[in-house]
């Protein structure tokens, strides 16, 4: 079961409301470049005691300026006062890219304080599979690729395997209990064949690196309809 909040109307945003509090250890988890999502995230039982049953992300999007800690033991997230808006404001600069309906929002945690500002702020809580990259993104039949990052788009691939992982994991297999976050692509080779006024759709080969893919797809390229190439994330 998975509760979800996402705040998006103006109503949603008074000055000095309250939006949400934890006493949860947040993180910073993730940041896309892809429509400017920050994404924080509570799993841990502080102290190193393991991972909390469920787990708790908190979504900015689009986020337009940001000042905040890498961690925080318990957060508190509040629309700035009128007055605090105003100053964090004027103390960024005007480069005419930012989001004009954007809201300032502060970050209060045992006496560190920071904001973000941005549009719309959202949290997920609910069990986190192993296998599963966030709450926040999800497989989704618009898009049919597994996701292997947080956050759909551009991001600091962080998460990209070595190719010495890769051979590990073949040889030893994966340890039990952990989360799935590493990844790395292969290269996958389908071509469309035509017999008999008929077409067949074929997968023909599964490929470590790229140039190997692409050399294999000129080799296939004359005897086939069509041919092609596209990684898929193989999840460690």
Known sequence: MTSKVWLTRDE??????????????????SYSATHGQLLLRADQVPGGGGRLPTTVEVLFNPVDAVRIEAAY???????????????????????GHRSGNSRVLVLESE???????????????????DLQPSLFNTFSPYLPMWPVK??????GELDMAS???????????????????RHRSVHLLTAVTEQDG???????????????????????????????????????
């Open 198 to 236: 008929r077409r067949r759709r074929d997968n023909l080969g599964v490929f470590l690196t790229e140039a190997d893919a692409e050399e294999a797809r000129r080799l296939v390229g004359p005897h086939v309809a069509s041919c092609w190439v596209e990684p898929l994330p193989v999840v460690l």
């Open 163 to 181: 190719p010495q992982e890769v051979a590990e994991a073949f040889l030893t297999g994966l340890p039990e209990g952990v989360r799935r976050d």
């Open 111 to 129: 006496g560190a304080t920071g904001y973000v500002v941005t549009v719309n702020v959202g949290w997920c809580e609910g069990e986190l599979s």
């Open 73 to 95: 033991r318990g957060l508190l997230i509040r629309c700035a006062t009128e007055e605090e808006a105003a100053r964090i404001r004027d103390g960024l600069s005007d480069d």
């Open 150 to 155: 947080p956050l759909l788009g551009v991001g």
């Open 12 to 29: 949603d945003f008074r000055p000095g409301a309250e939006l949400f509090r934890s006493e949860r250890l947040f993180a910073l988890w």
